[in-house]
């Protein structure tokens, strides 16, 4: 475990010479937000009326905190570098350190994560109280408990990243499944809460990965309730195990049949 | 008999890959129907190194070297064949050998850019689960022997290309392995560099008995540093000799460089083979074993030479001899 952290931590200080460039980066997020603040305003007559359950300001909230896991995620820079590792032959160069290959880019990505998830996270936060004045209601135990999941989030996250990346040992190139998963995400994962859904399509988000890596924490936070919490931290560890497992898989079968020509 | 630090028995690894037919119809063909075409990268290879030997590994281009590095380190699965690296096998327990090996790529950086090297060498340390004080004391000897006191603290991105390919020896020494595996080490840097390289190596191997396995397309390197050398041409071995032998084989020919006051006109004969001839100046190599220096020297006239320069052939000259040989 020391190993990771070690790697965990190296991948931090090498972030903290970007903060500069993590702020330039903050700028597309400050206008999605913005745009969406409008939106909402438009919407809602009213900011105290409910709609599907959330009022003005808890839906702006749920915007804000799904775009900082969002953003913080960098997963399409991720799925590059994985996609480019194994095509390119540079994996063998992690095949031979005594370290797990998806323990490496997992914990190393966590590192670059934690960095921009702070910065987008204070920054977030300072232009949620600019906009709407005030936060939803929190509590120590329920702040606790969303950077929990929002971590457990970035984890699964993280991991399904790997595992479409880890596809480029079978197809020539992962990123088109990348492009996909990410418009997934944002349209039913981001911008819209699960109830905003009819039906059949709210039940099947209601069992899907976006209620782990995006719904989970941001509704914990903007309407704190026990039972979702039990419900939330459930349903990420299933799916932190099965995401594990089939990256392991991948892995392993992936490795097997590896072709690193020339020098 | 030595301890064999590596042994290598009927190594074999056949690659597959895709073939098009040229243009666009056999573009379209592709898609429907694709073809693979075998290669036979490495064909049954044996052979074993002694601990503490340095072996020089090398081959022209495309000949098998990369991929039986790749073999002996866990990267790649061999199709048949055993190896045996300080008696592990690399395909059973790749993480257990890790710890026994050490790796440099010339081509390829596996230190982190934006840290220092000491940061780099703690990194490794804790990669290899070595503790904190043994690190440090670590990290000060190789400091102290590959002199990097200079610009331990200053972020790698910011170093010259030698000072870089020498952190990366350190990071990969870190952990004290019992095989250095450096392919192409000294690739891209300036004589003097590759010199201080060479030495540094050297004094490595001398004072840790660490077993070194290198590859490079540099005949100084292999010069300088091998006792053995091992030639690969078509994923097999074409020469497994001492240095001294390879030289000695090819030392009783001569290269006769000569500055001639006048023309002379010279043709080939037993045991003389122009090489160059612009009029006043000639180069002639000379085959001991059938006619003497001296005999070329009469032919050439002393009289008529304003300056002479004898040599042995190179051993670049060798080497590429022995490639073209086997073609």
């Known amino acids: 475990m020391r190993k990771y952290l070690y790697i965990f931590k190296s991948e931090v200080m090498t972030n903290m010479q970007y903060i500069f460039n993590l702020l330039v980066g903050f700028i597309s997020y400050f206008i ?83 960095v921009k998830g702070s ?36 984890i699964i996250n993280t991991l399904f990243v790997i595992f479409i990346g880890l596809f480029s040992f079978i197809i020539e190139d992962a990123n088109p499944f990348w492009w996909l998963y990410s418009k997934v995400i944002l349209v039913f994962g981001t911008l819209f809460p699960i109830e905003y859904f009819p039906g059949i399509i709210k039940t099947i988000l209601s069992y899907s990965p976006i209620y782990a890596v995006s719904y989970g924490p941001a509704k914990l936070f903007v309407d704190f309730s026990i039972p979702n919490m039990v419900n939330v931290i459930i349903v990420q560890i299933i799916y932190l195990i099965i995401i594990y497992v089939l990256c392991l898989l991948i892995y392993r079968k992936g490795v097997r049949k590896l072709n690193v020509n020339g020098g | 008999m030595n301890e064999k630090a590596i042994i290598v028995k009927n190594l074999s690894k056949t690659f597959r890959v895709k073939e098009k037919e040229k243009g666009f119809k056999g573009s379209i063909k592709s898609i429907f129907k694709t073809k693979y075409r075998e290669i036979k990268a490495v064909n049954d290879l044996s ?44 395909k059973k327990k790749r993480k ?34 070595i503790d904190d004080y043994t690190v440090e004391k670590r990290i000060k000897e190789l400091k102290d022997m590959f002199e990097l006191d200079e610009f331990i603290n200053t972020p790698v991105r910011n170093l010259s290309l030698g000072q870089r390919i020498r952190c990366e020896i350190v990071a990969s020494l870190i952990h004290k392995p019992k095989i250095l595996f450096l392919d192409e080490p000294t690739i891209g840097l300036d004589p003097v560099v590759k010199e201080n390289i060479r030495t540094l190596i050297k004094r490595m191997n001398k004072e840790y008995h660490t077993t070194v396995f290198l590859t490079s397309h540099d005949v100084g390197d292999i ?105």
């Not at chain 1, 804000?64 to 480019?84: N, P, V």
């Not at chain 2, 050490?102 to 060498?121: A, I, R, S």
């Open chain 1, 32 to 114: 999605l937000i913005f745009i969406f603040l409008n939106l909402w305003k438009y919407i809602y007559s009213d900011s105290n009326e409910l709609i599907n359950g959330y009022n003005m300001n808890q839906m702006i909230w749920y915007v804000i905190i799904t775009e900082i896991l969002w953003m913080s995620l960098g997963g399409r820079k991720l799925c590059r570098k994985i996609c480019e590792d194994v095509r390119g032959g540079n994996i063998a160069y992690n095949i031979n350190k005594p370290y797990s290959y998806i323990g490496y880019i997992l914990s190393s990505h966590l590192g670059s994560v934690v």
């Open chain 1, 119 to 154: 910065i987008f996270t204070i920054l977030g936060m300072l232009l949620g109280l600019i906009f709407l004045g005030k936060f939803p209601h929190l509590t120590l135990f329920s702040i606790i408990i969303v950077l929990i999941t929002s971590l457990l989030a970035t």
């Open chain 2, 47 to 90: 052979f074993d190194v002694d601990k503490g030997e340095i072996l020089a590994f090398i081959g022209p281009n495309g000949a098998g070297k990369s991929t039986t590095i790749k073999m002996l380190t866990g990267i790649l699965f061999p199709d048949q064949g055993t190896v045996e690296v300080m008696g592990i096998d690399p």
């Open chain 2, 96 to 129: 257990k050998l890790a710890y026994e090996i050490g790796t440099v790529f010339g081509q390829k950086e596996q230190l982190w850019t934006h840290l220092t090297p000491y940061d780099n060498f703690k990194f490794f340390g804790a990669i290899y689960d």
């Open chain 2, 223 to 327: 010069e300088k540093l091998c006792k053995r050398i091992i030639i690969v041409n078509h994923g097999q071995i074409v020469l497994d000799d001492s240095m001294e032998n390879l030289k000695y084989h090819y030392l009783n020919k001569k290269i006769v460089e000569a500055k001639m006051k006048e023309k002379v006109n010279l043709n080939d004969e037993d045991g003389i083979t122009i090489l160059k001839d612009k009029g006043y100046n000639l180069k002639i190599e000379v085959d001991t074993t059938k006619r003497s220096v001296g005999d070329a020297i009469k032919l050439l006239n002393p009289n008529n030479i304003i300056d002479i320069n004898i040599s042995n052939i190179p051993l670049e000259d060798i080497i590429s001899d022995i490639y073209k040989r086997d073609k």
